[in-house]
């Protein structure tokens, strides 16, 4: 069998999702500067997502057509904005404890 390496094997909305946390920070004060909290709200909106499996960037762009491509962006604004709220709403609950 030969040496196996799987290193180069990952989540295709990882970039997506951690450049839309970074964009999104500013809007939420309450942990926006908390790199623990952010990394949570990272982890919280790629479970929403359903996973894509690539090797290589350009892999992605050449097997998705431009509706998905868009339906991909809604998608991780959307699961990026829940993420934010849900970690804030459990940091908050935290703080009162």
């Known amino acids: 069998m030969p040496d196996l390496d799987f290193s180069s094997v990952h989540?295709?909305?990882e970039k997506a999702v951690f450049d839309a946390v970074v964009a999104m920070a500013p809007?939420?004060?309450a942990?926006?500067?908390n790199a623990d909290l952010l990394?949570?709200?990272a982890c919280v909106?790629?479970?929403r997502l359903v996973p894509r499996y690539i090797r290589h960037t350009a892999d992605l762009?050449?097997?998705m057509t431009e509706k998905e491509r868009a339906a991909t962006a809604r998608d991780i604004a959307e699961s990026v904005d829940?993420?934010?709220g849900y970690v804030q709403a459990?940091?908050?609950m935290a703080a009162r404890r």
């Open 11 to 13: 989540n295709a909305h």
């Open 27 to 29: 809007r939420y004060p």
């Open 39 to 41: 990394a949570d709200v």
């Open 82 to 84: 829940f993420a934010f």
């Open 90 to 92: 459990r940091h908050i």
């Open 61 to 63: 762009a050449f097997f």
């Open 31 to 33: 942990i926006g500067e």
């Open 45 to 47: 909106a790629l479970n």
